[in-house]
């Protein structure tokens, strides 16, 4: 987006005389490409949280699993059995 953004304003700007007869222009140029990359955004997002439940189901599953269960326990009744 921003690089996008960066060489719009530099053509707009590289010619100042031309910016009073295009500042709507521009400014259209620049508000549509905003408005272009605010979707992608929210698309991101949606996919980072759909992997991060993803993640959270499957760390769940083996966390509840038998043997880690059994290990868990284990650890921590050797640490309650060690500090007390």
């Known amino acids: ?4 953004l960066s060489r719009i304003l530099r053509a707009r700007v590289a010619t100042p005389h031309r910016l009073l007869g295009e500042g709507r222009r521009h ?7 905003l408005a272009r990359d ?30 880690v269960s059994a290990e868990l326990q284990q650890l921590i009744e050797r640490a309650l059995d060690a500090s007390g």
Do not use: H, N, W
């Open 1 to 4: 987006m921003f690089t996008k």
């Open 27 to 33: 400014l259209l140029a620049v508000r549509q490409e």
């Open 38 to 67: 605010a979707g992608m955004s929210t698309a991101e997002y949606a996919v980072g949280t759909i992997a991060a439940c993803g993640f959270a189901a499957v760390l769940y599953k083996v966390l509840t699993s038998g043997a």
